[in-house]
Structure formats: C-alpha cells, structure tokens
C-alpha cells in the first residue's frame, strides 16, 4: 500500500481525533443535561461509557478494514509501511497504529458488518503483538508520549474485554510513557494532551483515586501564564520563543479540556465555572479571532503547519458543542461559532483584535477578515522549522497581511508559493531563501503593537529585518469597510530588487487594472505598471492615492509539497495552481522609499469613489496617520513627538511615541485609544484642542484657555498587560 502525507495525517488524525472529537450522546449525558448530579459510586462507570461511546460514534471503513486483512503479513506488519524509519521526518508507524483503531472499531462496534469477525480478531492480535515485539520509538518525542499512547488507550476501550488481559498488560508500560512528570508534558498544550490520555487510561484499569487526580490537573491547567500556556492577551505559547501557536497547540489544549469538561459535566469530577469561564473566553477570544468565521484558520496565524496538506480544513465544531454541554456561558457565541462549521445560518462578528504579547492583530466584518503579523526584540518572527516543516518560512513574520472573504483563498497553495512575496511584507528578492536553519531570528526592533478600540484600530511595526539589511516603519489603519497600509523609510544595502507584496492568492477570473491610459484586463503572464491607480482581484479593490509602480502576475506556478516539508511521506510529484500575485517595486538600494495604498473588499467599481473620503495626514519616519472624514475616525502612529489634525480645526500632539486612534464627531473628541508598543511607558501625554474634562480615574486632564487646547494624561496597563489598548471616552 501507498501511504502520502494527506492520508496519513488523515488516516491517523482523522480516524483517531476525529473518533475522539464526535458529540456526545444524549443518552449519556441526559444526567448531566438536567443538572442530576450522578452519584459518586457510579461516576467512574459513567465515564468510561461516555468515552468509549464517542469512540463509538467513528464510522467502520468495510472495505479498507478488509483490505488490511487480506494484505497483513504474517509478522503483523503491512506493506507501504517503512518500519525502520523512526527519524522525526519519517515514522509511518502511525498508519500501524491507526490501522488498529480502524480494525478495532470494525470488530467491536454494534452494526459493524465485521463485528466478532475471526480473521479481523486474529490481525489486530498480530498488529498487536508485532508493535508489543518491537516497542517502536520516534526520534520526536511527540510520538512516545502522545502519539501512540493516545491511539493505543483508544484501541484498549473499544476492545475493552476482547483485549486479553496478558495484551493490555503488556500495553501499560507504552501507553504509561503519557505521565505527569514526562519531559513533553510541560505547561502548555502538551501537559494537557498527556494529562487526558493518562486519565483514560486510569478508566481502562478503573483507578478512581488516581484518575480523580488526574482531573484536577487538567481543571488547574486552565491558567494564564507569563512563558508557556495561555497568554493574558488570550494567544497561546507553546515554547518560551513567544511564538503565537493559539491554532496549533494552542487549539489541542483548548480541546482536551473542553473533552474533559463535558465528559465529566453532571459527575463529582465536574471542572468549577472558573476553569469553564476562562477557556471558553479563551476559545471565544483568543482561538476564534484568529479563525476567518470562527470556521477556517488564518494563514497569518499559522506556522510550520502551513505546509502541511490538511493545514487548509474547516475547524470542527466538537469543542465548542462540548463546552456548551458543560456551562451555559457565553452560549449563543459559542452556537453561533458552530452554525458557521456546520455551514448553517451565522452571524460574522465585527471586531478589531490586537494580541500584544504575540505581535499579532485581527480585524473582521461581515464580508471579510484580516489580520497583521509581526515580531519584535521581545519575541522570535516565526516557529522554528521543526521535524522538517515549514522549511521556507523566513519572512512570514515580516508584517504579513493576508486577506480573507471566504476563507479559502490559500488553500493549498503552499507547494506553489513564492516565498518571498507574502502579502504585506516587504521583503528583498533575493536569489533564494537562507537555509532552513536560519528560519527562526529574534525580533530587532521595540516599536512593534497595536492599538484598537475593539472594532477600528491600527498596527505599527518599526521594522528590521533580521535576515537582511533592511529596514522601513509600516504601518496599517482599519476603518468600518476598508484599510490603508502605509510604508515610510524603506532603505536597502543589499544589490537585490525591495518589493512590498500587497497580495498572493488563488488566481480567481479576471485582472483588472487602472492606469493613466485607462482601464484594462492583464492577459496572463507577469506585468509591470509605472503609473498604477487601482488593480481589482476577485471583489477586493487595491487603490493607489499616489500612481504606484507595480509588479502583477496572473499566471501557473509550479513546485511540490517535499520542497517545503520533508516527511518522509511528502509528495514530491510537481503540482500547478493558478496564482494572483500584486507587489509595490521599491528598485535596488532604496533608500526613503515609501508605499501608500488602500484595501477595499468586496468592492465594486461604482464603490471605489468612496477611497476619497480616507485621506492620508502623514507618511513619514515621525509620523504615520489616515482620517476617515466620514467616520471621524484617524489612527496615528507617532515615532517621535508630533503634531496631526485629526478633524476640522482639531490637532492632536503626543510628547513621544505612541500609537493613537481617535473618534470625532463634527468638532468634539468623542474618543481615544492609545497604546504604548515599546511596553516601557506608565504614562501618554497628548495635547488636544478644546477643553475636555477629567471624570475617569484612569487619566486627568489640564486645559489652557489662552491656546484653547487640553493636556491629557493616561496611565498605561502594566506588567504583563502592557501593549494593550487604553479607551477613553468622552
């Protein structure tokens, strides 16, 4: 048999994850959902019925399960299965362990056409004792303390008593390398994982005392953390690099809680409303507003798990129905999170959202979602390219701005990407990218936050390239349906061209662009355009204030999935897409170099005469800054002292660096946020026009009648919320 990468992850995830990801049945939780407390003598039955019925819920594939019947060796083993390779990169011993949960549940499960099938009994026995034979150990420690631990608990519950006792004894010591004190169960999304698999399989052996335990650390992992865990800014840090991992490890520690929370929901083990209110906050405000709907994972937010074939999938809605199972909190959003996987009627919401202690911002409205990434001299730019994946992932910290209208704009395009054109970075086009160990760099610059009042705001990143002689201040404004990205300083030593890219996605139709000479559609190939005013792609408008020179492609690019991810099953068949890329030419040496253009999605040509209404204040190394006249809104991002006008007859001066979002409404402040992005200030200091009177405690206010205009005061957050937004409203 041949195994590639897709059916593997799918194969072994799939079946295993999934079997352990199904709603839970009704008639087991029926206690729970009337709030019967069960009683303690009967708790720990309960829940192995309740896990081994989710187990349960997984679908027997007749005809695969046969097929491993009839092409099973006599040692136990099958074909396709490169059995000694144990390297991080290899280890297809996952298909073995994924074959014997898929026989298990033919054998065992009601309704199965393979239930009680001798020749089925006698190859899980055979898989069973080739694996007992050889106790195979990866290379990545993953594997020894999660991987096939969690697969082989699961077979020992579906077998249950059609396990021999000598068998699962045999099995205890493998399946107990998943143990409190393991060295991959740190306080992260691992500790949580080991702590779940160890508790299943105390129910196998029925050890109540000790699976109780058990419970409670997992409850007690639900925490905010300064290294690793969960971040007060709700991200998720798997490593103390401060690497955002919320949708990888950061999602499999939110779903071995929330497992756990609705197994034991209505049982003396049940987890306290505290634990169940601060993960589902997690899940609602942390891991879902990293999700374009709630439903699909930002490729902003993702790391070396971008390169992987199933990395593009739609989220399941197995965590949030569990969490529903265990508390009412928060329970229309968590619903709504739900209809959306389930493809049913759901509300998007509107909100702005900056992560300060991962450098990372979202923005979402009805019709789209986007987001900024960006690193700083308190964290690390990018995941470093573990077990051989995401070999080309350099620059995909560099203030990547993807965007988003259905979710499914860059799927699968990770073998044909060009690496060094991610949207919204600025990046030198090298002859090729560094070695795969030079990925992961620290961040060089301070000045890198954000500042949002939770639906507008604005990202600023002082950027220094840690892997070229480059450098620029960038900066990005969400408004209500649009968003300006500006670029100022832009400045090069290297003989290569600077390109900032404003889009690389799915080519979808056709390419329209608006020039000096008028409108045109590109024909497929690579272009270039000295004086280009707008360039519409698949709904979304790209406006330049200022005619831009612009590099355009619309055209077939090839490459494969070994060249960014070498597992051993990576396929390295050439494959083909269709690609849209957009870039801003910069030349070779730039030096000042600056960028302004405007993102509208969901535009129409007849909608683009509203871009006027968002005017640029300031784009230079001192200040950048965009008013919406319409809305009263303006963002400024302050490097230095300065002065802007942000409404008729109104300016607005910080003594220092600051990041500055303001709401006006004719000629009255209406509000301000402001954050601090070197995380060093107690204090802002802002003079603004007009008299404004102090009646918050967290800022004063002084006016000055003779220049007509107030000194305002805002103490800033401290510690381990220093980063995050101050709104003051008047």
Known sequence: MKYNKRLQYRSFLGTLLLLCGMMLLSTSLSAAAKNQPVKPGNALELLRKRVTEELFQGEVEVAKVKTLINTQRPDGTWPGINYADKSNTGFQHRVHLSNLVEMSLAFRKKGSPLKGNAPLEKAINLAIDHWLANDYICENWWWNQIGTPMALVSMELILDKSLTPARAEKLLPIIGRAYLNATGARPSGDRIKIAGILAKSLLFQRKEQAFESVIRVIEGEIKFATGRGMQYDYSFHHRVDNVNNTLSYGTGYADAFAE??????????????????????????????????????????????????????????????????????????????????????????TFAAFFWHSEYFTVQRPGWFTSVRMHSERDFNMEYPYNGEGLMNHHRGDGTNYLSRTGTEYFDLSPVYDWQKIPGATVIQKPALPNEKEVQKRGLSNFVGGATNGTEGVAAFDFKSPHDPLQAKKAWFFFDKAYVCLGAGITSDANYPVVTTLDQSALQGEVKVMTAAGESTAKEGVH????????????????????????????????????????????????????????????VHPEDSTYCYLVMPGAKEADLSSASTMRILSNTTAIQAVTNDVEGSTGIVFYKAGKVEAGKNMTLSSEGPVLVWVQTKGDQWKEITVSDPSRKLSKVHLLLTGKIESKAVNYSSVYHPKEDCSELIIDLPQEVLSGKSVTIRF
């Open 260 to 349: 756990w929370a609705a197994l034991t929901a209505g049982t003396p083990y049940q987890f306290s409303e505290h634990a169940l209110h601060q993960l589902t906050d997690y899940y609602l405000d942390g891991i879902c507003k990293m999700m374009v709907f709630g439903k699909y994972p930002d490729p902003g937010g993702m790391n070396r798990d971008i390169t992987r074939m199933d990395a593009n999938r739609i989220f399941s809605p197995a965590t949030p129905q569990r969490l529903m199972t265990a508390s009412d909190y928060r329970k229309e959003e968590l619903h709504n999170i739900v209809a959306s996987r389930q493809g049913e009627n759901f509300q998007p919401a």
């Open 528 to 587: 270039d355009y000295t004086d280009a005013r707008c360039v519409l792609h698949n709904g979304v408008a790209y406006l330049f204030p200022t005619p831009a020179h612009i590099g355009l492609s619309n055209e077939t690019a090839t490459g494969s999935w070994y060249k960014i991810n070498h597992q051993s099953d990576s396929p390295k068949e050439e494959v083909s897409k269709k690609v849209f890329k957009l870039w801003v030419n910069h030349g």
